[in-house]
């Protein structure tokens, strides 16, 4: 867990006009409001608090929106209210963890009987500021992270369904890629943990294989762009194992014939470099028909 001093210490570096004191006080607010709290886990409560500021910070979010995360079950889960946490920190931090409150009231009170997609939606009215949703996410990320944590098997699952279908597409439509997939993957864990062992152990037999080819072709591509005076960043990842077998499900293939396990992504400066490294990868390789999507004249 990170102590109060490595928080601001992490969100000092990107933010060089940071005013610790905010910080600083809600960390010692939350310390005393939690104080008596555990979690499933017997960890002390204020770990869950302290994770979500720490996740805000990695997304290099405001101090505001880092001092709700850890302030955002006060209200719901101590004997804080609403101007307690006006009067310490002010109207823009207490509206903030009042819409993070008013989700997870929402969560309670409607999931069972409702489809996802309305929702999502009242989760999105509900949220006047984006920031109020950031906070849910992350406070969700760090709820699946320790999910192993709550005991009954029928919680877990609904909490990883509700994961599934509310909070990934969420992420999705935030643009916030990687925690879709993190989200989404620790779902499938809960949800149908015998398809994923399945796809990670055929994963695994060929993990050098891949490895080595990853750093191959990464090493060509390079050598092509230098060679066209083209300044470029590859990355590369391999897809999540929830990825993959939604692909499974969805073109009725085995993990085989899927042809784009691993993912590249060719980071240039502008638009006009973009098109001008997709002209010298057509001139190297042949495109597939029917795969190609431009979406910077389409965008999705």
């Known amino acids: 867990m990170l102590n109060q001093k490595d928080l601001i210490k992490k969100v000092k570096n990107y933010n060089k006009f940071l005013n610790p004191e905010t910080l600083s006080k809600a960390y010692k607010f ?7 709290q555990k979690r499933d886990s017997g960890d002390p409560y204020l770990s869950h608090p302290v994770a979500v500021a720490d996740i805000l910070s990695d997304l290099k979010l405001d101090s505001a929106t880092i001092a709700t995360g850890l302030l955002h079950d006060t209200i719901e889960d101590t004997k804080a209210t609403y101007k307690a946490v006006e009067k310490e920190f002010g109207k823009e931090v207490a509206d903030l963890v009042d819409g993070v409150t008013k989700i997870s009231e929402l969560e309670g009170k409607v999931i069972e009987n409702s489809k996802a997609e309305n929702i999502r939606k009242l989760i999105l009215a509900t949220s006047k500021d984006i920031r109020v949703l950031l906070v849910k996410i992350a406070d969700r990320l760090h709820n699946m992270r320790t999910l192993n944590s709550i005991t009954d098997e029928n919680r877990r699952k609904r909490i990883a369904k509700e994961t599934m279908e509310i909070y990934a597409p969420l992420s999705d439509r935030m643009g916030m890629n990687h925690i879709r997939d993190e989200l989404e993957d620790l779902s499938f864990q809960k949800l149908n943990p015998e398809a994923r062992n399945l796809v990670v152990e055929r994963l695994s037999i060929n993990k050098d294989n891949r490895e080595n080819t990853f750093k ?85």
């Open 216 to 300: 191959e072709i990464s090493k060509n591509f390079t050598k092509i762009l230098k060679k066209n005076g083209v300044k470029a960043k590859i990355v590369g990842r391999e897809k999540t194992p929830f990825s993959i077998w939604r692909k499974m499900q969805t073109k009725r293939v085995s993990l085989e014939q899927l042809t784009d396990i691993i993912g590249f992504r060719v980071i240039v400066q502008d638009i006009q470099t973009c098109y001008k490294v997709l002209g010298i990868f057509h001139s190297n390789w042949s495109t597939i028909p029917g795969r190609f999507k431009d979406y910077i004249s389409t965008p999705k």
């Open 30 to 36: 939350a310390v005393n409001a939690h104080k008596n």
